[in-house]
């Protein structure tokens, strides 16, 4: 009975990690850490922001508030990381169940809140563009969240 419980909150963990993995997935491409600016503002990379052909004026919206966004990811997902620590540490240590449920939740909250931040900074930015670049704007974030297969295997699941 134990091992099948143990095994439960492995999968359950494991899943609420795979969520955190691709959100912050999404997230590496547009905040990196370890610059000052946001990555949306360095010079001629062609970035997502860059390449919907701001106005000066949206570029002066922008940039703050994209400032603000990125640090909060970086806040978010370093306190996930050091969760994720912890979580394997108990796990390790075959701690108290409650504990690792209760770091679970923790964590299942902190992925909660990333979601919500995400959510909010897109409509943020919606609001600041015009229709065509909202276009663009989502056909930009379509892509990047699309996977690429880099494989010639079929999908899990098989040839149907």
């Known amino acids: 009975m134990k091992s099948n419980w143990l095994k439960g909150v492995l999968i359950l963990s494991l899943a609420v ?13 547009i905040a990196q850490p370890r610059f000052s600016t946001p990555p949306c503002f ?7 922001y860059q390449s919907l052909n701001l106005s000066k004026e949206q570029m002066d919206k922008m940039e703050p508030l994209a400032r603000t966004f990125h640090q909060r990811m970086v806040e978010m997902k370093a306190t996930m990381e050091g969760k994720r620590l912890l979580l394997i540490d108990l796990l390790q240590k075959q701690e108290n169940p409650g504990k ?3 770091l679970r939740r923790e964590m299942a909250s902190i992925q ?3 979601q919500k931040n995400v959510i909010a900074h897109i409509a943020d930015v919606r ?9 663009q704007f989502f056909e930009r974030l379509r892509q990047s969240m699309t996977p690429i297969r880099t494989s010639l295997s079929p999908p899990i699941g098989g040839n149907r």
């Open 112 to 114: 909660d809140l990333i």
């Open 100 to 102: 690792i449920d209760e």
């Open 42 to 48: 360095p010079a001629g990379d062609g970035h997502l």
């Open 127 to 135: 609001g600041l563009l015009n229709p065509g670049q909202q276009e």
């Open 17 to 29: 990690n795979a969520a955190a993995v691709a959100t912050l997935g999404y997230h590496s491409f």
